[in-house]
């Protein structure tokens, strides 16, 4: 028997809806539920609201697939980005890294995953089809690929740098290192070929 | 900036309010908000439901204090439980601990808290006089007090052992020593005094 067990009815199916979140095991899960039994009715009521209302609010930003408010992505509504570029991401939830870290004002494309052709995702189930349309307007002069740097992320940007050859837009990929700060003593083989493979001169 | 600055508003609303559950961060307040947005519409609503009704569906059992569905917790409802048996918890989430070990079939009484004069918590802010009236019946026959072992708890044990020696009931007090499984190494001097200080004759 576990302890949850003894708990109310409204409480365990409480636990189990946590228990379905990631990283969430039962201990947490019962952990969370229980706090929430201390919360005043009218944050309750608010937080509850959210949840249920949650796919609703969230939409998809028509442009560049991003999570968006509205029609448009507060990127792709901005006034102040360089619209001549446009990076290439797998899913929405990556665009804020790249935010973070202040060095890119251009747009974003949201692939909405990775070939994986063992799996059956083929270029039909992935929005290319939309980025061709994007780089058709003229406006963009370069697209930056900033899929994942393993083998499906590296097998979807040479297939994207095939694909849009016959654009004339410059085709970028970002870099493959060291991550910033590592101690390169615990540093993986693959990381360090693509490491030395990609070294510039010094200046 | 931070990361969840670039999420659409709804999405930062939801993650405001998972940061303010115990344990939960930023990054862990994204991370649950964003894989609720995989969740389908009618998972949503269910945890929405749950979350916004939980405090009018978790009541307070009549007899005992402990979370309860309806007037009576399900411990307190139970034909197979032992009545002339009461253990007295600080609060009712220590319950399902004592659940778990599956080793004590008595009844239990949630006293709120403990006793805590610096903080102007005293006898009267604790659900004491509902243990008088309990005790009163004279179907009781042994208070266990479960106090937690430490310098509050130690004193509200011996301040309920006080009020209640008039009642002729039996009153023990939970063993305190060193806990199974643990090596004897880390033990801290408090609890070790306690578990010399608390031998038996090994037979």
Request: charged share 25%; net charge negative; proline share 4%.
């Amino acid at each position: 028997m576990s302890a949850s067990d003894a708990y109310p009815e409204a409480l365990q199916r409480l636990v189990a809806y946590f228990k379905r979140l990631p990283g969430v095991g039962a201990r947490t899960a019962s952990r969370l539920a229980l706090a929430l039994l201390d919360w005043p009715d009218e944050l309750l009521a608010g937080f509850g609201q959210e949840l249920a209302a949650l796919k609703a609010n969230v939409r998809r930003c028509r442009v560049c697939g991003n999570l968006a408010d509205g029609e448009l992505c507060r990127i792709c509504a901005s006034p102040n980005r360089d619209r001549s570029l446009v990076c290439v991401v797998e899913v929405a939830t990556q665009i804020p890294v790249f935010e973070a870290s202040a060095c890119y004002r251009g747009l974003y494309h949201v692939l909405g995953g990775r070939l994986l052709p063992l799996e059956g995702v083929g270029p039909e189930n992935l929005r290319i089809a939309e980025l061709r349309e994007r780089l058709g307007t003229g406006e963009v002069g370069e697209l930056i690929l900033a899929t994942s740097p393993d083998v499906e992320g590296e097998a979807t940007a040479h297939f994207l740098a095939a694909e849009f050859a016959d654009t004339g837009v410059r085709i970028t990929r970002i870099a493959a290192g060291v991550p910033v700060g590592a101690d390169l003593s615990y540093a993986d083989a693959a990381t360090m070929a693509r490491a030395l493979g990609g070294r510039r001169t010094f200046d």
